[in-house]
């Protein structure tokens, strides 16, 4: 089946920095991929649309400057959490949108604790 | 009105044992219909599609009412290893997926 891999799988990070998360569809190519976010308990809560090549497309309340996506090409975008506060510790999941089934295939996630 | 709610349970159920999830979601446009499987700390799996028609996998029937925006998933014959939340996903075409809260499910031997 379609692989999609995220790296790292977890980061520990001090207040103020900056991380940044991979998402790459290995054995398909991903015109759009999806970032979501999921707190403790609660459900997977979709951050942004990334499309290959065009400008990232937020949901509401998600802050577009501190939140960085970059979809440069059909197999990889990133998400970069600039200067990173304690209340961005989550779980980051993304998923890649197969160009040609239109399924989608969830990357393992990315545990980022903020201290 | 969230979206796509769900009972989040939990469910504590001993092995063998048949239980159900429901699930109804709020957008009449939703196209595609999904039950998730989510262990803890893990990315979501599909666990299957939910057509209009019911659909069976082995232990697992899942069903849809588009009338009354409801999806259910009835699990037979409970397993230790179906201990998960299992979260309620729709979605229209070319759109993202969208996740409800997730009913979680024990099973106890």
């Known amino acids: 089946g379609a692989v999609v891999s995220q790296h790292p799988s977890w980061v520990i990070c001090k207040s103020g920095t900056s991380v940044k998360i991979e998402c790459r569809s290995l054995?398909?190519?991903?015109?759009?991929m999806f970032w979501y976010r999921q707190f403790p308990k609660q459900s997977l809560m979709l951050m942004a649309t990334?499309?290959?090549?065009?400008?990232?497309?937020?949901e509401q309340g998600v802050e577009k400057d501190k939140f960085l996506i970059n979809h440069a090409s059909l197999t990889l975008s990133t998400l970069t959490v600039t200067s990173a506060h304690p209340e961005d510790s989550s779980f980051y999941i993304c998923?890649?949108?197969?160009?040609?089934?239109?399924?989608?295939?969830f990357g393992p996630g990315t545990r980022l604790t903020v201290t | 009105r969230k979206e796509v709610e769900q009972d989040p349970g939990p469910f504590n159920v001993p092995e063998g044992a048949t239980v159900a999830f429901n699930c109804t979601y709020s957008?009449?446009?939703?196209?595609?219909f999904f039950w998730y499987r989510q262990d803890c700390r893990k990315e979501p799996k599909l666990l299957m599609s939910v057509y209009s028609s019911g659909n069976e996998d082995g232990r697992f029937t899942a069903q849809l009412n588009r009338a009354s925006q409801y999806i259910s998933l009835l699990i037979r014959d409970s397993k230790l290893s179906d201990s998960a939340t299992y979260l309620c996903v729709v979605n229209q075409a070319g759109t993202a997926l969208i996740f409800g809260k997730g009913t979680t499910l024990s099973v106890s031997s």
């Open positions: 990334s499309n290959e090549g065009s400008k990232a497309t937020y």
């Open positions: 054995d398909f190519q991903a015109t759009t």
């Open positions: 957008n009449s446009a939703s196209q595609s």
């Open positions: 998923s890649a949108e197969d160009s040609r089934s239109y399924e989608q295939y």
